[in-house]
């Protein structure tokens, strides 16, 4: 367990006061000590959990200790909440959460400092779960739900209106508890490069609810598949397939047809499309702002039939010109609310403030978007955040015809269009579907 603690310690110290992301990062700490197995899901859940419950855990760390965690030493107030979420989580021996949490905060920061912590995870210890709820987070109100269910108020208050918005007034409490719960495995089989059946064999998955290209894993590591290994499948979540696969499928394509995706690092959304593109005799250009990200999408499509997609370092709110393109994706960047079982600590990072930053890019993306696009051809817009300023909000601007996303959608799935809600756009939720909260909106230029 020490040492399992000690890399979940410098996994959440590095994202914590480094900026580091949890998933990029504690892989690879993994490695380098050689954890596997049952260690490295203990790892893994300690690091998660500490991270995306720290809100909880420090009001039962200001509660333990009469301070506010945010005056500790950032290595004391590491190392309480990992003890913390041993504790109180993890169903962890007292003792146990204690003493290592002891000995943690003594290597790091002294004997003061570790006589402090005992002191603390000794309080911590004197409730379970279900008491320190009750003692920091009682009642109903928006504040109480938000520290119960770990997520900033500002947070709380948005999803509540975007679920309001969607015909889902209510269920905030089951959205935030599936914040809160680890994401399922999901790969993509691209099609006409790899066989979803064949990989569901190679990976001993078992296939998707909605996408026909979805693979679920029931544990260990995809990058050792040979699939994955060789660019034919690749991790991405099962509603993030869906809503790229969604501009394909809404209408026969042409050979020749010209595809773009504006905003295209990593490239998860490019591969896909490439893959479709290639079966229906298009191509695709695939724009990244950033070289090293441009890189990325590079690797990403590397298994595409050569000729298929071209890759382009460039600016999205600048680049191209005028009517060129049948059909565009644009994955706009933002908040990222949607996706908040995968990326942890972005609950913290995110400020109010950064939405107006965010949508003035993504006004900016959609006006150049509109501009490439061809008479006749379909856009999808597409956010990883159910923000309704991010959302509805952006595409209420545009000059662009809105046709019903339900259809496509259905066509993607095999369902029928009104299960997908009350359109024109389509919004995922992570508590209904399993998926990340993606919103899909397709915008058509009119031919005169």
């Not at 570790?114 to 109100?141: C, H, P, Q, Y």
């Amino acid at each position: 367990m020490s040492r399992a603690r000690d890399v979940a310690y410098d996994c959440v110290m590095a994202v914590s006061t480094e900026g580091a992301y949890a998933n990029l990062l504690l892989p690879s700490l993994l490695e380098k000590a050689g954890l596997e197995g049952r260690d490295a899901g203990f790892t893994t859940e300690l690091a998660y959990g500490a991270l995306r419950m720290r809100g909880l855990y420090d009001a039962i760390i200001g509660k333990a200790s009469g301070r506010d965690p945010r005056d500790l030493d950032p290595e004391v107030r590491v190392a309480l909440w990992l003890g913390t979420h041993q504790a109180i989580a993890m169903r962890v021996p007292a003792h146990a959460a204690v003493n290592e949490t002891v000995d943690q905060v003594r290597r790091e920061r002294g004997a003061g400092a570790a006589k402090f912590a005992n002191a603390i995870m000794r309080r911590v210890t004197e409730r379970d779960a279900e008491g320190w709820l009750a003692a920091v987070a009682a009642g109903d109100s928006r504040a109480a739900v938000a520290t119960r269910h770990s997520h900033p108020e500002w947070v709380v208050r948005e999803l509540e209106e975007a679920l309001a918005a969607d015909g889902h007034g209510g269920e905030v409490t089951a959205l935030l508890e599936s914040d809160n719960s680890p994401a399922r495995v999901t790969l993509v089989a691209r099609p006409g490069l790899v066989d979803r059946e064949e990989l569901i064999q190679q990976a001993g998955g078992e296939a998707g609810e909605y996408s026909p290209y979805a693979v679920v894993l029931p544990g260990g590591r995809p990058g050792d598949l040979e699939a994955v290994a060789d660019g034919t499948a690749a991790v991405q979540d099962e509603g993030s397939q869906v809503v790229a696969a969604a501009l394909a499928y809404a209408q026969p394509v042409e050979p020749g047809e010209r595809w773009l995706d504006l905003c295209s690092g990593p490239g998860g959304k490019a591969a896909l499309l490439g893959a479709l593109a290639a079966d229906g005799a298009a191509t695709l250009d695939a724009v990244e702002l950033h070289p090293h990200r441009a890189d990325l999408v590079r690797r990403s499509t590397r298994a595409v039939p050569e000729g298929v997609v071209t890759v382009h370092t460039g600016d999205g709110t600048t680049w191209g010109e005028d009517g060129t393109y049948d059909r565009i994706v644009l994955d706009a960047p933002c908040s990222g609310l949607g996706a908040l079982r995968r990326r942890p600590e972005s609950r913290w990072r995110r400020q109010p403030e950064d939405l107006a930053e965010l949508v003035d890019l993504q006004k900016a993306l959609l006006a150049n978007a509109e501009r490439l696009l061809a008479p006749g051809g379909l856009l999808a817009y597409i956010t990883c955040s159910p923000v309704l300023a991010e959302t509805r909000g952006i595409v209420a601007g545009t000059t662009l015809r809105q046709v019903d996303a339900r259809d496509a959608v259905a066509a993607v799935t095999g369902t029928v269009p009104r299960v997908w809600g009350e359109g024109p756009h389509v919004q995922l939720w992570t508590h209904v579907h399993g998926t990340d909260a993606m919103f899909l909106a397709l915008l058509e230029k009119p031919t005169a």
